[in-house]
């Protein structure tokens, strides 16, 4: 069993910056986790993936150059620096993972089996 939680979220103006965690809990070796994240009244969006083992990451090209995917293997944690901030990023963040060797192509919702509860990021102009 996996267990997932999100922290860090909160407001901030446009062009500022958060970093939000996500802290795992009975993670096995061989996850893909990833950041997604859903505006109001629009579907959940992949944000970015990391391969755990092999490190490999990948940013969609809304973010690409401003939010960055990392991991804390010796804290169990995955975070996502998010930079330059726009109005646009507006939306309850969701970390996720899949036990798989090695990331899904895409990045969609339906390929992830954990969830965190997820964190609001709120950016004003």
């Known amino acids: 069993q996996v267990q997932l939680a999100e922290s860090g979220g909160g407001s901030v103006q446009a062009g500022g910056s958060l970093r939000i965690s996500c802290a795992t809990s009975?993670?096995?070796?061989?996850?893909?986790m990833a950041w997604f994240r859903q505006a109001p009244g629009k579907e959940r969006e992949g944000v970015a993936k990391?391969?755990?083992?092999?490190?490999?990451?990948y940013t969609v090209d809304s973010v690409k150059g401003r939010f960055t995917i990392s991991p804390d293997n010796a804290k169990n944690a995955m975070y996502l620096q998010m930079t330059n901030l726009k109005p646009e990023d507006t939306a309850i963040y969701y970390c996720?993972?899949?036990?798989?060797?090695?990331?899904?192509?895409?990045?969609?919702?339906?390929?992830?089996?954990?969830w965190g509860q997820g964190s609001q990021v709120t950016v004003s102009s």
């Open positions: 996720a993972a899949v036990i798989r060797d090695s990331c899904p192509y895409l990045l969609r919702r339906a390929d992830f089996t954990y």
């Open positions: 009975g993670t096995a070796r061989g996850a893909c």
């Open positions: 990391i391969n755990l083992v092999q490190g490999g990451t």
